[in-house]
């Protein structure tokens, strides 16, 4: 079956701009995660969505970052007014319904984000 | 909360050879431990975990970790390593009853396999 895809695959835009970055999860997965991964820093969590619970936003840095999920599959990371600083390879995962911390994630390719 | 420290950014070895990459975390709770790989210019896939039970956990292509709870550590082993393991792997935590469900990951370690 289809795996976790992400779009676009990459994306410039200028400071100031806002950007949509969107992620289709595997079919049936419940739970989606929005990561950032920039260079040598590793995985930074954003975002955590299960189900039609209310999402934890705990790692989201700034309130210009937002993201929602639409009839509990596809999500799209919205970014307003972009920075430099938001240059990075943005990533989506999707995991199987709930069983607790032992859910394997599903990673899309990503979306690399370059803010000029 | 839970953390993880990949101690090594970047780890040179030749074909053949074997390798380790470190991992160490740390949790007021118990752990479930994961390692990932990236291949290049490819997104994150799971390499193998620990739940429970037996301490050593192996992956279909040769690699191994043994979780240490004494140590807190979770390394990641391979006896020979080939060219195609050229990858960035990733060590992975997320926490037990009490803790936090959401991964947190170490940053990372760069393995190149030079011929």
């Known amino acids: 079956g289809a795996g976790v895809s992400q779009s676009p695959s990459n994306k410039v835009t200028e400071k100031g701009k806002d950007v949509e970055l969107r992620c289709d999860p595997i079919?049936?997965?419940?739970?989606l995660y929005w990561y950032r991964q920039s260079l040598g820093q590793g995985l930074e969590f954003l975002i955590y969505?299960?189900?039609?619970?209310?999402?934890?936003k705990s790692g989201l840095p700034s309130d210009r970052f937002s993201a929602e999920r639409t009839g509990g599959s596809v999500s799209t990371l919205t970014i307003q007014r972009t920075q430099q600083e938001d240059s990075a390879v943005y990533l989506c995962?999707?995991?199987?319904?709930?069983?607790?911390?032992?859910?394997?994630?599903?990673f899309g390719p990503g979306t690399r984000l370059t803010v000029l | 909360a839970q953390s993880v420290t990949q101690l090594d950014s970047q780890v040179p070895v030749f074909e053949e050879a074997p390798v380790e990459l470190r991992c160490n975390y740390s949790s007021s709770v118990s752990v479930y431990l994961f390692w990932y790989v990236q291949y290049p210019n490819q997104g994150l896939q799971l390499l193998l975990k620990?739940?429970?039970?037996?301490?050593l956990v192996e992956s279909i292509n040769g690699f191994e970790a043994e979780f240490n709870k004494s140590q807190t550590s979770f390394h990641l082993r391979k006896p020979s390593v080939h060219i195609s393991d050229t990858a960035e792997y990733f060590c992975a935590v997320s926490a037990g009853e009490g803790g936090s469900y959401i991964p947190t990951f170490g940053r990372g370690t760069s393995l190149i396999v030079h011929p």
């Open positions: 620990y739940l429970s039970g037996s301490t």
């Open positions: 995962a999707s995991s199987p319904p709930w069983v607790g911390s032992t859910d394997t994630q599903y």
């Open positions: 079919s049936g997965h419940t739970a």
């Open positions: 969505f299960q189900g039609n619970s209310a999402p934890d």
